[in-house]
């Protein structure tokens, strides 16, 4: 589930009025590499790198290569700044304060406002810009700060140069989100509803792949109200109104239970 903007809200107003002032985090997008499934690329971070934590990307021959998003979102910036700084860049709002720079492109394929999922072309790999050579220039930020990479939940290489290979929209029969209770363990059901007998628990802020989803009982969470549940394993399911799959409904390419 993705939409959390009002049942925030919600949660919010109960929080303060019955357990006290309680803020909780957005859970960070599952990133990708910015290329299509299963190119590598070399990425190199550098101490004196403009923002610092900003990750270069190579490949022979890189030039027009496609930039995909490496995460759903709002494109909110495509702009070109002439021969200096990122020269022609999009931005993409990913909700919950991040966002994801890609630089120096040769052109655009996008348009501002624009709804994007995983492993849509963006623009191509180029030198505009304060750029001396075709790369690709990418940054992730949390409330406009520069912030470390991560690919997957796992962190880039800081410092140095490491391939990274893209399994961004690789067609998949598994999906995979984070658990976000703000707090409380979630509570895992032999069977896609709350009738289920309770055979566990994921603790909030797990990452869980998701083997297939179904229809099953009615329930509201952290990303609003959902009948669709998520099987984590053999005899386990969990609500996706309390998971973080990038998607509102159900996860493309993932199967019916
Ligand atoms: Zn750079």
Not at 50 to 55: D, G, I, K, L, M
């Amino acid at each position: 589930m993705r939409k959390r903007w009002l049942s925030l809200l919600i949660s919010g107003v109960l929080a303060a009025s019955v357990l006290g002032p309680a803020a909780p985090a957005m859970a960070a997008p599952t990133f990708k590499v910015p290329f299509p499934c299963g190119q590598s690329w070399s990425g190199q971070t550098r101490t004196n790198h403009s923002p610092a934590y900003a990750v270069d990307f190579n490949r022979t021959d890189d030039l027009g290569d496609p930039v995909v998003a490496s995460a759903p979102g709002t494109v909110d910036r495509v702009a070109d700044l002439g021969g200096t700084s990122y020269g022609k860049y999009v931005r993409i709002d990913h909700g919950g304060g991040y966002t994801t720079y890609y630089a120096h492109l040769n052109g655009f394929n996008v348009s501002v406002g624009q709804s994007i999922g995983y492993g849509k072309v963006i623009g191509w790999v180029g030198s505009t810009g304060g750029s001396t050579g075709p790369h690709l220039h990418y940054e992730q930020r949390l409330n406009g700060a520069d912030i470390q990479v991560r690919f997957n939940g796992a962190l880039a290489l800081y410092w140095g140069t490491r391939t990274y290979t893209s399994d961004n929209a690789c067609s998949s029969s598994t999906g995979s989100g984070t658990v976000n209770t703000s707090g409380t363990p979630l509570t895992v059901r032999s069977g896609p509803g709350t009738g289920y007998t309770a055979v566990g628990t994921v603790a909030d802020g797990t990452r869980v792949t998701i083997h297939c989803q179904t229809s099953g009982s009615t329930v509201t969470g952290t990303y609003g109200t959902s009948s669709i549940w998520d099987r984590i394993g053999s005899g386990r399911f969990i609500a996706d109104a309390y998971v973080y799959t990038g998607y509102d409904g159900y996860i493309p390419g993932v199967p019916r239970c």
